[in-house]
């Protein structure tokens, strides 16, 4: 190929014998990397005895296995080989199976930067292809086609997770990507996501991805086991029961207690401890009361303050801490702001 040469095997990918003078699409499986380009021509010769056996045409570079006898594999490379530029380029988006940067482009099938620019428009006018990305140093794009079926699975994913766990926001995005689409950076992922975003398929929030107009629906048995549940941490707000009686109340649905943090109902303030948001709101205002008129305040004149125990005074007060609302020096806390008189999770 030009002065480089390269030991490797020739793979006839649509027939088992090539005889003289015939030609055929091959794939060359070499023993190291070269250099080469679309149009490239190259012949190949017979080590030993050494003899030339034959030549052709580079029609696709990028080192892409292809499977023998395979029909779509036949056309798509005869695509290449003889088809218009649009309908080569085309066929490279195709067979990439995911978005294809303009550059990359440009390097797999020979055409300038000016010309694949044309050759995109024209596409993207014909609804072909579908920009998912412009960074403004390139351009990703993927078929229309292929757009399309990842939307029906994204469709179809999201509404048996949605069915499987209707409490729930969503489904993590991260989880999402690694289990359909892990082959895209985290990047193109994010494009799509706001692709389909803009165009009412789906919500956002935060880190979770749902179908739009997905609503989180209490069932009447549910709603009354919240009734319940928030009943008996009003009960004592500075004093609030334990883990096991919250979830009990809850029905020992782990969902459900996930919903009633996300709700804003309960705030989970150390690793065994949950208040109401409104005792935390409460807590606060009259700590944050007394530290303005004292400066400082100890683990025990919090606990009097609040009417409670040590045991449910300090992860309250540590809480705070990691809020950013207080600072603590020694066995006391000071006050590090004054921001606001309610404390949001």
Not at 175 to 199: I, N
Not at 266 to 295: I, M, R, T
Request: proline fraction near 3%; hydrophobic fraction near 35%; charged fraction near 30%.
């Amino acid at each position: 190929m030009g002065t480089k040469e390269a030991f490797g095997r020739v793979r006839l990918l649509d027939r088992d014998e090539l005889n003289q003078g015939d030609t055929a699409l091959v794939q060359l499986d070499l023993e190291e990397p070269i250099v080469a380009a679309v149009h490239d021509r190259f012949v190949i010769r017979r080590y030993s005895p050494i003899a030339t056996i034959g030549g052709g045409e580079i029609i696709e570079v990028g080192g892409r296995r292809h499977r023998r006898m395979r029909q779509e594999v036949i056309e798509g490379l005869e695509r290449k080989l003889t088809g218009t530029p649009s309908t080569r380029v085309a066929e490279e988006l195709r067979s990439a199976k995911k978005p294809v940067a303009l550059s990359e482009l440009v390097g797999r099938t020979g055409f300038s930067e000016e010309e694949m620019g044309q050759i995109l428009n024209e596409l993207e006018e014909a609804g072909e292809i579908e920009v998912v990305l412009s960074t403004g140093k390139d351009l990703f794009v993927v078929p229309s086609s292929l757009q399309e079926e990842w939307t029906e699975e994204l469709h179809e994913t999201l509404e048996k997770y949605q069915q499987r766990y209707p409490l729930r926001s969503g489904y993590s995005k991260e989880e999402l990507r690694t289990r359909l689409w892990k082959h895209l950076t985290p990047r193109l992922f994010q494009a799509l996501l706001d692709r389909w975003v803009e165009q009412g398929e789906i919500i956002v929030d935060g880190q979770n991805v749902a179908l739009y107009g997905h609503r989180i629906r209490l069932t009447e048995e549910q709603q009354r086991q919240v009734q319940e549940m928030m009943r008996i941490m009003e009960e004592k707000p500075f004093s609030p029961p334990g883990i096991e009686d919250i979830q009990d109340a809850l029905g020992n649905d782990l969902d459900l207690l996930q919903y009633c943090i996300q709700q804003g109902l309960l705030v989970k303030v150390g690793e065994e401890f949950y208040f109401s948001q409104d005792a935390v709101n409460q807590a606060w205002n009259l700590l944050e009361n007394y530290l303005k008129d004292h400066g400082q305040v100890t683990i025990g004149q919090a606990r009097d303050i609040l009417n409670t125990s040590r045991r449910f005074c300090l992860p309250l007060l540590e809480y705070f801490d990691r809020m950013r609302k207080t600072r603590r020096v020694g066995d006391k806390r000071v006050l590090l702001s004054g921001l606001g008189k309610n404390i949001s999770t």
